[in-house]
């Protein structure tokens, strides 16, 4: 079992920025590849962007490549995404999940997710 939190959410106005921070407990974060989905209002959950167990691939949504990066700590379990240049269509409950598999296949899917945050709110008014 992990257990994940995530923090650092808020609001904010458009071309502002955010880090968010996914704290893991339980068994050896660096066995899981991680990612971030995002669900809004009415809207399906998804994903946002993935690292892999070293940190040395990672993958984005189209959406938000060139504005969010994600980056890990292994040595502190935390899994980051900062995100710059935020526009309103950025709004969301942002999630973070842990991949197990350890494959770097699929991990834009969140069926290969097993463990799951609570989520963290991120407003972007314009």
């Known amino acids: 079992q992990v257990q994940l939190v995530e923090s650092g959410g808020g609001s904010v106005q458009a071309g502002g920025s955010l880090r968010l921070s996914c704290a893991a407990s339980?068994?050896?974060?660096?066995?899981?590849?991680m990612g971030w989905f995002r669900q809004a209002p009415g809207k399906e959950r998804e994903f946002v962007a993935a690292?892999?167990?070293?940190?040395?691939?990672?993958y984005y949504a189209d959406s938000v490549k060139g504005r969010f990066t994600i980056s890990r700590d292994n040595a502190k379990n935390t899994v980051y995404l900062q995100m710059n240049s935020l526009k309103p269509e950025d709004t969301a409950v942002y999630y973070c999940?842990?991949?197990?598999?350890?494959?770097?296949?699929?991990?834009?899917?969140?069926?290969?997710?097993?463990?799951w945050g609570q989520g963290t709110q991120v407003t972007v008014s314009s």
């Open positions: 339980g068994r050896t974060f660096s066995n899981y590849n």
């Open positions: 690292i892999s167990r070293s940190g040395g691939n990672s």
């Open positions: 999940a842990a991949d197990p598999s350890g494959g770097w296949n699929n991990v834009n899917r969140p069926y290969k997710y097993d463990y």
